[in-house]
């Protein structure tokens, strides 16, 4: 019976093969090097630029975290790029791979998280009296927590997946995966109904006709249209990813299916990431969803005007 137990909970090396098809396959020094290189650069100059761009506005008393956490999310592709390129010349060491399947896990949750602050702010200023609210102000902390439960699942269910030999910790370390992956997906869709129903609700003859509070450098209609589309590229990378974990995984001894492949990979990760950092950048986001530094209750957005007005 020991013996049983001891060799249900034993471990797989750490210089053994993965016994699980990731997703975006085990890279190679080709074409993989090359890639990863290439992405590594982006990132870094995308790093640089929105810490740069922090900075700048700190030193202007204007505190613009979420420029600093998109420099931390670029820092976390950074990383993650580092890993792969790492495996690609030690294809046999698990714990490169398990390290950059969390750091990509990790880096996306940081954009998700960003862009449910943004759309509170967007619900707050145009609704000031219920996005004020408690019932409206007690969900965001605590879908915070939440967020990190599932992070936390994430962390330790990619490891046990790897290590563990015991059919039961595999099958336990999947759905723990599972729910980390898709309550993420879930966050990423969050902010389209949550948008929505705002915009609707506002049409209300009750509604209308109460002042919104008004703040940066946009309209509300401007703020709508970058939280929408950040919301669309976000959930496109994080459904994907949850969806190669719900499918059954292929036997080893198959051929890898199209959706774990290195293209769809790169495109629903990297390629994502990038255009989504850059985006960010272009539209210089801080303009348009930041709020005074003591900013809390209703009309409490626009007491200053931080920005010069646009022109007409």
Known sequence: MASQITTSLSFRSTTAPPQHRSLGEIPSLLPDVPINSAF????ILGAIAHYALFHYNLRR???FLFSAAISAFCITRIIATILRMAWAGSRDHISLAIAAEIFIYAGSAILIITNLFWT???VRAQHPIFGWSKSFSFWLPLWLVICSIALLCLMVSIPAEAYLLDPHAQKAARQLQLFGATLFAVSALLPIPMLTISTVAKTHPSLKDQ???HFGQSTLSHKLIII???SILLSIGAVFRAATILINPPSPSTSTPWYLTRAPFYLFAFSLDFILATLFLLLRVDK???IP???HGPMSYGVAFLFPPPPP
């Open 293 to 295: 530094n003591a900013a």
């Open 120 to 122: 509170v702010r967007f």
């Open 228 to 230: 929408l589309t950040t």
């Open 61 to 63: 008393s204007r505190k």
């Open 40 to 43: 590594l650069s982006l990132f």
């Open 288 to 290: 348009h969803f930041l």
């Open 211 to 213: 002042p919104s509070d």
